[in-house]
């Protein structure tokens, strides 16, 4: 497995989704219930930080099982739990230690991260599939 294609296609799968996903969930869903907490614009060091980061996790824990035997249902199922346990961890850690912070946005959060990890790690075993699919004789 190229390890920095699935990456690379893993990366531009991440960005594409979240930013739908944030694009339509900030201003209807987290500003109006942590509208306070929020910054003004993004940090965009942090989060390029973030992006570059978290793909590569997508890669190691959900894209590359998924390029063995397991295939597309390993990726699936490896890329729910990183997504999991990573919004989870993140969200938990709010609800712990921020004043007000929103459960419904830490479940709604998790469940994002989730779906995300899961379509990021399946579709990107399915495009490293169909980009270096052994030619046929």
């Known amino acids: 497995m190229d390890i920095l294609a699935a990456y690379l296609i893993a990366l531009a799968i991440f960005l594409v989704l979240d930013a739908v996903w944030l694009g339509l969930a900030v201003p209807t869903f987290y500003r109006p219930r942590i509208g306070a907490l929020l910054r003004p614009a993004p940090n965009w060091a942090a ?4 992006y570059a980061l978290y793909a590569a996790g997508i890669v190691y824990f959900g894209v590359r099982g998924g390029m063995a035997p397991a295939g597309p249902q390993g990726a699936l199922i490896d890329g ?3 997504g999991f346990f990573t ?6 850690t709010n609800l712990a230690v921020l004043r007000d912070y929103d459960a419904a946005v830490a479940i709604v959060d998790t ?4 779906v995300l990890g899961s379509a990021v790690s399946v579709t990107t075993v399915l495009a490293m599939g169909w980009l270096f699919a052994p030619a046929a004789a």
Do not use: R
């Open 80 to 82: 729910a739990l990183y």
């Open 87 to 92: 919004y989870l961890t993140y969200n938990a």
């Open 47 to 50: 989060a390029g930080l973030f």
């Open 111 to 114: 469940i994002w991260g989730t």
